[in-house]
């Protein structure tokens, strides 16, 4: 059974930095596509940032402050978090999906439960 976990969140103020982390199991992920989503209160869930084996992409809004990185060896998938800012309050969640990107959620099929970031001004 596929299970992702995600850990980090936390509440900071404005202009801090936090680092999520991703831990698979069931699974060994380094040929997939590692996705980081957010899903803020009353809005639909979106893409932040994924990364392949050698590539990665971000979302325009967190361009230039997040950063994400994968640890093939850990099955384990990080993003790190700077410049923090209130409209970055979400829920954070991990996602894979096979060998080729997407920004499209439908798209991932394994998914964590999810780590909640408050960023307050």
């Known amino acids: 059974q596929v299970q992702l976990v995600e850990s980090g969140g936390g509440s900071v103020q404005a202009g801090a930095s936090l680092r999520l982390s991703c831990s698979a199991s069931?699974?060994?992920?380094?040929?997939?596509?590692m996705g980081w989503f957010r899903q803020a209160p009353g809005k639909e869930r979106e893409f932040v940032a994924a990364i392949s084996r050698g590539t990665s992409w971000y979302a325009d809004s967190v361009k230039g402050r997040f950063a994400i990185s994968r640890d093939s060896a850990k099955n384990a998938v990080y993003l790190q978090m700077s410049g923090l800012k209130p409209e970055d309050t979400a829920v954070y969640y991990c996602?894979?999906?096979?060998?080729?990107?997407?920004?499209?959620?439908?798209?991932?099929?394994?998914w964590g439960q999810g780590t909640q970031v408050t960023v307050s001004s």
């Open positions: 069931g699974r060994t992920f380094s040929n997939y596509v």
């Open positions: 996602a894979g999906r096979g060998p080729s990107y997407s920004d499209d959620e439908k798209t991932y099929r394994d």
